[in-house]
């Protein structure tokens, strides 16, 4: 195995700290479950929230690293858009906790809307990258 191949993307890079932001984000659910009048206390109106973001930045961060993982050298016009959309749509869910009527404000719904946009782009992107990879490789 070559040095260069032990080195993972940037992509990987930016899944695996999201995996761990998400495992961190575990700590606040924990108190919203577990002592809830703390939370609110804290400003935490809508707990469920907090598990949603927990679980995103699990889920989408595990999810790129697997994808960054499966296309090796990905390409930047989609891992770029991959790796900023898997961070801000988790990361969307968090204001939510604190004001759940932000969902309503013009420019969440635009940051959220070019967030989904961007996740799209880049997991489709990928994809397509690994079939194009692929056929290439059969011919």
């Given at each position: 195995?070559s ?69 090796p ?43 989904f ?23």
């Amino acid at each position: 195995m070559s040095r260069s191949s032990q080195v993972p993307s940037a992509l990987v890079v930016s899944g695996l700290c999201e995996v761990a932001a998400g495992a961190l984000a575990g700590w606040p659910y924990t108190l919203v479950r577990q002592q809830p009048e703390t939370a609110r206390k804290l400003g935490i109106v809508a707990g469920a929230r907090i598990r949603q973001w927990h679980l995103d930045l699990a889920m989408l961060g595990g999810l790129t690293v697997a994808v960054g993982t499966a296309v090796p050298n990905p390409p930047r016009w989609a891992s770029i858009p991959l790796g900023l959309g898997a961070w801000t749509n988790a990361m969307a869910f968090l204001p939510l906790a604190f004001a759940p009527e932000v969902d309503q404000h013009p420019v969440y719904r635009a940051i959220t809307g070019a967030s989904f946009v961007a996740t799209s782009a880049g997991f489709t992107g990928m994809a397509l990258t690994a079939v194009r990879r692929r056929r290439a490789r059969r011919r």
